[in-house]
């Protein structure tokens, strides 16, 4: 079956901003939320933001909210995450994942893309 696919990962200094997408047309009508993770090298997976797939609920995790957004364009079952002013501690490969039930618990996410990495540097 296809897989979830994130893109928009790359390098950019402290302060920089990116936009991560995520193509998720193929689970729309098989979840109820879209959510992005993300994993520092040896640190446990995390979720960063989730939205219901018809968009009407968001979560961001609180240490994040006013640097992150996510969004959900209808038209093309995209899920955005705005990532902004960042820190070289966002270092780290985001995911994105399709789920049933809102959950901040990896586990509870059946659907996995592989990954985009977001590196923030001098």
């Known amino acids: 079956q296809e897989r979830l696919a994130e893109s928009g990962g790359g390098s950019v200094q402290p302060g920089g901003s990116l936009r991560l997408s995520c193509a998720a047309s193929?689970?729309?009508?098989?979840?109820?939320?879209i959510g992005w993770f993300r994993q520092a090298p040896g640190k446990a997976r995390e979720a960063v933001a989730l939205?219901?797939?018809?968009?009407?609920?968001?979560w961001v995790h609180y240490s994040n909210e006013d640097r992150f957004a996510i969004s959900l364009d209808t038209a093309t079952d995209i899920v955005y995450l705005q990532l902004t002013k960042l820190k070289t501690d966002d270092t780290a490969v985001y995911f994105c994942?399709?789920?049933?039930?809102?959950?901040?618990?990896?586990?509870?996410?059946?659907?996995w893309g592989q990954g985009t990495q977001v590196t923030v540097t001098f």
């Open positions: 994942a399709a789920g049933r039930s809102f959950s901040i618990r990896p586990e509870d996410f059946a659907y």
């Open positions: 193929q689970y729309m009508t098989r979840a109820n939320y």
């Open positions: 939205i219901s797939t018809g968009g009407g609920h968001k």
